[in-house]
């Protein structure tokens, strides 16, 4: 492969974003909080030890809590991890049909979740920020879900088109109360009243009451992302909530995808845009090409060989470089806070390699 040499200088151009908020995001942040409580959420699907990205996506929650809570001692300001248990673990193929078994009932999860406490009581004590964790069924429970899914099963014709545009089915499923086997595709649901029939290969059709069972609910991520929108907007609105959220993910999710999956989804279903929880991305580790480092090459086809392991996931950062390993990832992702203008923007590995020297 051809070998170039760097001359190490890092600029940062103004424009879009960067040219906006470049020395007033905190400030701006503040101005469009409504609430004194505030949570920041973030998820990841605990299927592995947490990759690079993962750990990015968490400092900067903590970061941001710490900087907002500098700027107004008043504001009480915690991070939520909700926990995505109820990706796929297990993928199996029956009559043609995907069928999954989740991190959840499989017990896949319970190998890595640790290592996610760990990461979140370490970034607790850096940033003197607490945290808190939920499920899926947890997360399911919310007083709103029920209302929300009808709407959305209600309008799925308009919906599923842009959901999914490939099959344009609504992904929302249950798994089968007696293996766990999961219509991945929801494939074979249908819809009568408040009840979802599922169909199980194993054991046949079986119902969930939307109303009474929705922590049941288990959805595609494109869905999920619609699905939470809307339960943080109708905290965000609900005057008996004391609390309002934050939400922070990956640059991966930015720009087209939030604009058609979340934004027209939510408008098109009654809602008003300007109530959805605000997100801050998370700037993405690249590759040599300017890819983003991807977990499941990693995991299944063994990818990035070239690359000091460290950088691969938290696991081996913890190893090689023990607990100032995440304290410098967390302590540069403070820096991009404190100077906004290097929140818009993506790093290669190669800086990051630097940064961990
Ligand atoms: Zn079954």
């Known amino acids: 492969m051809m070998q170039f040499e760097s001359d190490g200088k890092v600029y940062n151009p103004l424009g879009g974003g960067s040219y906006v908020y470049q020395d007033s995001l ?3 942040l503040h101005s469009q909080l409504r609430k004194k409580v505030v949570k920041i ?24 809590a710490n900087m ?23 993928a199996k193929m029956v009559n043609n049909n995907k069928y999954q078994i989740s991190l959840r009932d499989s017990g896949e999860m319970d190998k890595y979740i640790d290592q996610y406490y760990e990461i979140l009581g370490q970034l607790s004590e850096l940033s003197g920020i607490s945290y808190e964790v939920r499920g899926q069924s947890d997360f399911n429970k919310h007083y709103s879900i029920p209302d929300i899914v009808k709407k959305i099963i209600g309008n799925r014709e308009v919906l599923a088109p842009i959901l999914e545009p490939k099959k344009q089915i609504l992904r929302i499923r ?3 109360p007696i293996c766990g086997l999961t219509d991945k595709q ?4 249908t819809f009568v009243g408040n009840k979802m029939i599922c169909l199980c290969p194993e054991h046949g059709k079986f119902e969930v009451d939307i109303c009474q069972e929705s922590y049941r609910l288990e959805y595609n991520t494109p869905l999920r992302n619609l699905i939470r929108g809307l ?15 934050l939400r922070i993910t990956g640059a991966d999710y930015a720009g087209f995808y939030q604009e058609q999956l979340l934004y027209k989804t939510t408008d098109l279903l009654g809602y008003s845009v300007s109530k959805l929880p605000m997100i801050l991305y998370a700037p993405l580790v690249t590759d040599w090409s300017g890819a983003k480092l991807s977990k499941s090459l990693y995991v299944k086809e063994g990818a990035y060989k070239y690359l000091p392991s460290f950088m691969i996931n938290y696991d081996n950062l913890r ?7 995440l304290a410098r990832v967390y302590a540069e992702v403070h820096s991009w806070l404190e100077e906004p203008y290097k929140l818009f923007r993506n790093y290669s590995i190669y800086y990051f390699m630097e940064v961990l020297k």
């Open 26 to 28: 905190i400030q701006y």
């Open 41 to 64: 959420s973030i998820g990841a699907q605990p299927n592995s030890s947490p990759h690079f990205g993962t750990l990015e996506v968490f400092c900067l929650a903590f970061s941001l």
């Open 68 to 90: 907002l809570k500098e700027y107004d001692n008043d504001l009480k300001i915690s991070v939520l991890f909700e926990m995505v248990d109820t990706a796929p673990a297990i």
């Open 174 to 176: 249950a798994a089968c």
């Open 186 to 189: 929801g494939i074979e649901n």
């Open 231 to 245: 339960v943080y907007l109708t905290d965000n609105e609900d005057t008996n909530t004391d609390y309002q959220w």
């Open 319 to 325: 190893k090689e470089k023990g607990t100032t390993g």
